[in-house]
């Protein structure tokens, strides 16, 4: 299935984690905050959209040794985080954010001229699932990878999509492998370093 930026604009997002679920209606809880590692929030299940999102916030660029740094502010959600990585032959996204804005994908456009453009986006954890789909269809339908454990997780299906694990990287499970895309290991080292320390979490679950 093949989805157009508008139309994922306009898809249910959560207010509280942020995710986007494009080929779903409202539903009354979203499926990444009953899991125990995510909370739902204390006024129970919200919905939102991309654009609605975009109206209110902006995304912020910082430079961090070389990597460039991408947040929503004022903040949203569980204040996910993206990454530019660059790599030989064009630039890595690496997780994404719940929102795309025009403003943005032009400063990408500036930003990556001279390394390719974004070749790809790859993303850590369900929980960073966020608006992945808006995002590669606004930078021009780029692949998306995804852990193979955490296939269940996805509730979408996209052409874009490569699931990657101990094997090579692969489209999916009925197509042959493809060859592993080497990528942004020694880049991504501090970024997933940093990702990876403990940190408290709160578990909101209200009783009413």
Known sequence: MT????????????VTCGTQFPEAKRMDVCPVCSDERQYVGWEGQRWTTSAAIAAEHEVRFEDCAGVTTLSLTPG???????????????????????????????????LS??????????ISHPHFYSAVLEWSAALGGVPIYL???????VRFDSPFLRFWGRRPLHPDRRHRPRAPARPFRRQLRAVVE????PRRQPVHRPTR
């Open 147 to 153: 852990n193979e454990a955490d296939e269940a997780w």
């Open 194 to 197: 940093d990702r990876a320390a």
């Open 3 to 14: 989805y157009n930026r508008l139309a994922l604009s306009r898809a249910p997002s959560c």
């Open 76 to 110: 949203f959600a569980i204040g996910q985080r993206a990454f530019l990585i660059p790599q030989a032959g064009g630039m890595v996204m690496w997780e994404c954010l719940p929102t795309v804005t025009d403003a943005a994908v032009a400063r990408i456009a500036e």
């Open 113 to 122: 001229a001279d390394e390719g453009g974004v070749q790809a986006i790859a």
